[in-house]
């Protein structure tokens, strides 16, 4: 019995074939495989359009906290914050100082 149920038994699957055979008939296999085939299309489909709604969505909640997070933000603490990361990128030598 153990080797009827061996997923690699070749019995096996002359068996599994039989019944689908005998259950559809050999006209409808054609449509049950095209259907079968249009289905799981469907399902790929849906998950990568859901994947992108969800990767768009993302991006957009980003863009939107990024520009309310600036605009709470006054001009003179900008320039502050880009005279400091200035001052750093020319300590780490990044970028050669203009004054010399």
């Known amino acids: 019995m153990f ?5 690699s038994n070749p019995l ?7 019944v689908i055979f005998l259950l559809f008939g050999g006209s409808k296999l054609p449509q049950l495989a095209k259907a079968l085939g249009q289905s799981k299309k469907a399902f790929k489909d849906g998950l990568a359009e859901g994947e992108s709604e969800e990767e ?3 991006r957009n909640d980003l863009a939107g906290s990024k ?3 600036l605009s709470a933000v006054d001009d003179e603490a ?5 005279r400091r990361r200035a001052r750093l990128r020319v300590a780490e030598g990044d970028i050669p100082d203009a004054r010399r």
């Open 78 to 82: 900008l320039f502050e914050e880009a």
């Open 12 to 18: 096996l699957w002359v068996a599994i074939v039989a």
């Open 67 to 69: 520009s309310a997070s």
């Open 3 to 7: 080797l009827l149920f061996n997923m």
């Open 56 to 58: 768009e969505k993302s």
